[in-house]
Structures are given as structure tokens and as C-alpha cells.
């Protein structure tokens, strides 16, 4: 079973407007962490936002905020305010348990911002 | 502060063909990773190191796959020999180690790799 689950392939979003990029996460574990990072064409990984699954409030960074929602195992990206720069692949990634610190990855969602 | 870095950024070799990649991590970051990202998918961990030592190895084909993480710095991943399903961009990724947990990775540029 997929552990990180990004059903949007795809999206066009015009410049200035919000933009919500959907994840959702599989665990039995009761320690893990969220991951959102940005990869645009040049190919490397930027991070971009970090919840824990023991933080009590959503993690913001800037323009990008976590919508943290820990009973439907959901994990959505915000970019508030949307610029063309922000066009890029995002990536929705989970750690889980606590001893060997693996971080698998979703599929992506492919964002393109329009002028 | 200097990022991570890898070499060589684009590779092109035929099937059967040896090939190894280099990465230099984050002054200080004691965790390493190796990813293996094929075209429109996520990045898929094949090795992780504490220091010089393995981690996690469970997604590396060891039949062809090797990695070495030499006193603990710098790594090499070699591919010998190569199919054509090994064509990817791989990541060779960088942590601090905070108790069990590292918090965010930092990522290489990547070496491209084309198996013809």
C-alpha cells in the first residue's frame, strides 16, 4: 500500500492566487514526521515545510503553510499568493519511527503558474 | 555555507557498462543518503549512512549496486554492471543528526544517468 498519496498529477494555478497541493499519509506509527519539498526544473530537491506528528499547531514558513488534519491522515501544502517562480514539481514526504530515519516520497504534483 | 555536492552531473553509458558517482555532503552532516529518482516519480532511497556505517540498504540492488561512505565524509555509489532501468537522476542527500531524528535533508544537484 502506498504510504504518500498525492492525487493531483497536475495543476495550473494563476499567478497571485492560493494554491492548496493535496497529501495523505499512511502510518501505524505514532511518531513521524511531514515533508514538503519543491523541485523545480533544474532538478534539485528544495525543502520547503516540516510538521511533526506531535506539533500541535499547523507549520508555516513564509508563503507556505501545512494544513495538518492528524485524524484524516492529511498533510496539505498552502502557497499563498502564487508566483511564477513557484512553478515545480512538490513533493509530499513522511518519516516514520524512530530509529532508522527513512523518508519515502509521493509521486509528485506538477504545479504550473500562469501569467 | 557550501552545499551538497555531486559529480558528475550528466552520464551517458551503454548497458553492461560501469559507472560510479561522487558525492560530497554538508561540512558536519553525519547522515548521507542516495536516491534513485526515475522520470516523474519521487525520489526512492537505495542507501543511508550514519557516519560511515549503513543505515538502511533495503532498497539497493546489491547485485550491481555498491556504495562506500569512507571516513565518513564523502561517498561513491557505483552501478557495474548497468541496465537500462538504472536510467534516473541520482540524489545524493545530507543531514544533522538530532537525537534518533535528522530533520530536513539537503539535496545535491543530481547526476543524470542514460543507460543506452
Known amino acids: 500500500a502506498q504510504k504518500i498519496t498525492q492525487t493531483q498529477p497536475g495543476m495550473f494555478v494563476q499567478e497571485k492566487e492560493a494554491v492548496t497541493l493535496d497529501c495523505t499519509y499512511d502510518?501505524?506509527?505514532?511518531?513521524?514526521?511531514l515533508f514538503w519539498y519543491k523541485q523545480p526544473s533544474s532538478g534539485e530537491m528544495i525543502f520547503l515545510i516540516y510538521q511533526g506528528s506531535y506539533d500541535q499547531q499547523n507549520a508555516t514558513e513564509g508563503r507556505y503553510s501545512l494544513n495538518f488534519q492528524k485524524a484524516r491522515k492529511s498533510a496539505n501544502l498552502v502557497i499563498s499568493a502564487s508566483q511564477l517562480g513557484d512553478s515545480a514539481m512538490y513533493f509530499c514526504a513522511m518519516r516514520e519511527g524512530s530509529v532508522a530515519d527513512k523518508i519515502i516520497f509521493g509521486k509528485g504534483t506538477r504545479l504550473h503558474i500562469l501569467p | 555555507e557550501a552545499g551538497v555536492a555531486q559529480s558528475p552531473r550528466y552520464k551517458i553509458i551503454e548497458k553492461r557498462q560501469s559507472v560510479a558517482f561522487w558525492c560530497n555532503p554538508i561540512?558536519?552532516?553525519?547522515?548521507l543518503y542516495w536516491y534513485q529518482q526515475i522520470l516523474g516519480q519521487g525520489p526512492k532511497l537505495l542507501i543511508q549512512?550514519?557516519?560511515?556505517?549503513?543505515?538502511?540498504d533495503s532498497q539497493l540492488p546489491k547485485d550491481r549496486f555498491s556504495a562506500e561512505r569512507l571516513k565518513g565524509v564523502d561517498s561513491t555509489l557505483k552501478i557495474q554492471p548497468a541496465k537500462l532501468e538504472d536510467s534516473a537522476v541520482y540524489l545524493c542527500?545530507?543531514?544533522?543528526?538530532?537525537?534518533?531524528?535528522?530533520?530536513?535533508?539537503?539535496f545535491g544537484p543530481g547526476t543524470r544517468l542514460t543507460v543506452t
Open positions: 561540512s558536519g552532516h553525519a547522515t
Open positions: 542527500a545530507s543531514s544533522l543528526v538530532q537525537g534518533f531524528w535528522s530533520y530536513e535533508q539537503y
Open positions: 549512512f550514519q557516519n560511515n556505517g549503513v543505515v538502511d
Open positions: 502510518t501505524s506509527d505514532p511518531s513521524y514526521g
